[in-house]
């Protein structure tokens, strides 16, 4: 299966910066998805990142605030901006595995952010 | 749009004993999965069911699905203290969204 690298692990931030989540992924993927996960809650999608267009976002999320990248089939990045308390959560990128039929989406290691 | 409801939130079980998680989805998904995570980690895929009637197991983990029922289940058999971890049951929508149940905590008491 995939194997994803999700940096950082972890951060603590200032309200009112950002910061930028990256995902490097050992083979080429076609789309790449972005969860925030709230503390002791489900996962809710953010957006869709496809290579060589603009991010999908889904309701409630705007790109302004969420920023994200894909230069290429193998990377993306989501930024969260001007970060408040409530941006606190676990941020996690996801790939379609190629089999898909056993095997879904592999998800990345999460980063964990709070915001102070 | 597809809701995902999984039951019970929250499942406190002896060893050796058996339990059902239920996920129901509000309207057709063409495809239903089950995850596991344990506190501080990512998700872990256990299951991918396609189609009605599907049913896979990997150890003590049995699940399948009945798309008439839009019901898929999870039965753990004989619990064991190392299965104790969240459960997220998730629904497959058209593309390829994705929508997560409230997830099960699982706690296997020795």
């Known amino acids: 299966s995939a194997v994803i690298s999700q940096k950082p692990s972890r951060d603590i931030c200032q309200r009112g910066t950002s910061l930028t989540i990256q995902c490097q992924v050992d083979?080429?993927?076609?789309?790449m998805f972005w969860y925030r996960q709230q503390p002791g809650q489900s996962l809710t999608l953010i957006a869709t990142?496809?290579?060589?267009?603009?991010?999908?976002?889904e309701s409630g999320f705007v790109i302004d605030k969420f920023p994200i990248s894909r230069p290429n089939l193998t990377f993306s990045t989501l930024t969260v901006s001007n970060m408040s308390p409530e941006d606190s959560s676990i941020y996690l990128c996801?790939?379609?595995?190629?089999?898909?039929?056993?095997?879904?989406?592999?998800f990345g290691s999460g980063t964990r952010l709070t915001v102070v | 749009e597809l809701k995902v409801e999984q039951n019970p939130l929250f499942l406190s079980m002896q060893e050796g004993k058996n339990y059902t998680i239920y996920c129901n989805y509000s309207?057709?998904?063409?495809?239903l999965y089950w995850y596991r995570q344990d506190p501080g980690k990512s998700l872990e895929s256990l299951f991918v069911?396609?189609?009605?009637?599907a049913v896979k197991q990997e150890g003590r983990l049995m699940a399948s699905l009945d798309t008439k029922a839009r019901l898929s289940t999870l039965h753990i058999t004989a619990a064991v203290h190392d299965l104790s971890a969240t459960y997220f049951c998730?629904?497959?929508?058209?593309?390829?969204?994705?929508?997560f149940g409230a997830g099960t905590r699982l706690f296997v008491k020795a």
């Open positions: 996801s790939v379609g595995e190629r089999d898909m039929v056993n095997y879904g989406y592999t």
């Open positions: 083979s080429q993927v076609t789309m």
């Open positions: 990142a496809n290579q060589g267009s603009e991010a999908t976002y």
């Open positions: 309207t057709t998904s063409d495809r």
């Open positions: 069911l396609l189609s009605n009637g």
């Open positions: 998730a629904g497959g929508t058209g593309g390829f969204k994705t929508i």
